[in-house]
């Protein structure tokens, strides 16, 4: 079965980092783009960032750019989201997505919890 978990959430002070991964299995993880989502209490999902099948191309939001690194290793079937200078606009839900151009089918995680706090 298709499973995506997400781990590497926690409790940071404001200006700390954090490196979350997403383990991917049951499908062919390397044909699949993906991406990082985050849902704040009371707020929409939001996309965060995207990476290509092969890493070549990556896209961040406004609000994570030149913070937040996505990565994949294809070998791992993992996928990464290195968070730096964290702040508490930062604290939500975070979640990988896995989905294929011209496919219609998207695979979720259950997601991981970043606080930030000071």
């Known amino acids: 079965q298709v499973e995506l978990v997400e781990s590497g959430g926690g409790l940071v002070q404001p200006g700390g980092s954090l490196r979350l991964s997403c383990a991917a299995s049951?499908?062919?993880?390397?044909?699949?783009?993906m991406s990082w989502h985050r849902q704040a209490p009371g707020k929409e999902r939001e996309l965060v960032a995207g990476?290509?099948?092969?890493?070549?191309?990556?896209n961040y939001a406004d609000s994570v750019k030149d913070r937040f690194t996505i990565s994949r290793d294809n070998a791992k079937n993992t996928l990464y989201l290195q968070m730096n200078s964290l702040k508490p606009a930062d604290t939500a839900v975070y979640y990988c997505?896995?989905?294929?151009?011209?496919?219609?089918?998207?695979?979720w995680g259950q997601g991981t919890q970043v606080t930030v706090y000071s």
């Open positions: 997505k896995a989905f294929r151009r011209f496919g219609n089918t998207n695979y």
């Open positions: 049951g499908f062919t993880f390397s044909v699949y783009a």
């Open positions: 990476i290509t099948a092969t890493g070549s191309t990556t």
